[in-house]
């Protein structure tokens, strides 16, 4: 190939390149939209579990509803997950950039940010990945808090003897959901 064609080509590959860059800001409105999905129905789980019989009943569907919602919300393009700096489940254990997002969360809240509105995303080796921060509410409380029921406390550490995931008040942050899609970069 001569110059002229080589530089050509190159030139196309390059504008090529800015073509495919992905769209971050339609990327995070439909990251968005996944965690609306996958949150609202762990917390319609729970929720049912609390009503149907109090943290005794609402625990067993958690321990296994919980995977199963996941699995089921990462069947398509999105993977979708939840993380935390406290894991009650060591399979949710996060990565170098969870860590440090999950760590930069808890300084954001710190300095006034509105919890419902901590988010972060950011490209990494193809892929687009999303995380937003979960604030504990009252019903949390039952199994992340501060004064479990007795019987509670011991169900919970049966089921996750290294379990690190209470001692929680209300307005802190639980932990994170953590999203990423493939996405094409180059
Ligand atoms: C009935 C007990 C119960 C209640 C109430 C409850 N959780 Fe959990 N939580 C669990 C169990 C059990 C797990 C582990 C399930 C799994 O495998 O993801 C868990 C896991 C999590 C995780 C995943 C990270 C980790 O530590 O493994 C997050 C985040 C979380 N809970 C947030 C919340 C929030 C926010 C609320 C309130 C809206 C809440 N939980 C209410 C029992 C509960």
Request: aromatic share 4%; with cysteine; net charge positive.
């Amino acid at each position: 190939m001569n110059k002229l064609l080589l530089s050509l080509a190159l030139g196309l590959a390059a504008t090529t390149a800015t073509a495919a860059e992905p769209d971050t800001a339609a990327l995070t409105m439909e990251a968005r939209q996944q965690v609306k999905a996958f949150g609202g129905e762990l917390l319609q789980t729970v929720q049912q579990g609390m009503k149907a019989g109090g943290p005794m009943a609402a625990i067993p569907l958690c321990n296994t509803e919980a995977p199963q919602i996941k699995a089921r919300h990462s069947a398509g393009d999105w993977q979708v997950g939840r993380t935390s700096l406290k894991l009650r489940n060591p399979n949710n254990a996060p990565d170098s950039w969870e860590l440090a997002t999950l760590k930069s969360f808890d300084q954001r809240l710190a300095a006034g940010e509105d919890p419902m509105k901590i988010d972060a995303s950011t490209l990494e080796n193809g892929q687009f990945r999303y995380m937003k921060a979960i604030p504990a509410g009252a019903v949390c409380m039952n199994c992340h808090g501060q004064n479990l029921q007795a019987d509670v406390s011991k169900k919970l550490s049966e089921l996750y003897p290294a379990d690190q995931a209470v001692g929680y008040l209300p307005g802190q942050l639980r932990g994170a959901f953590t999203l990423r899609k493939a996405v094409a970069t180059q």
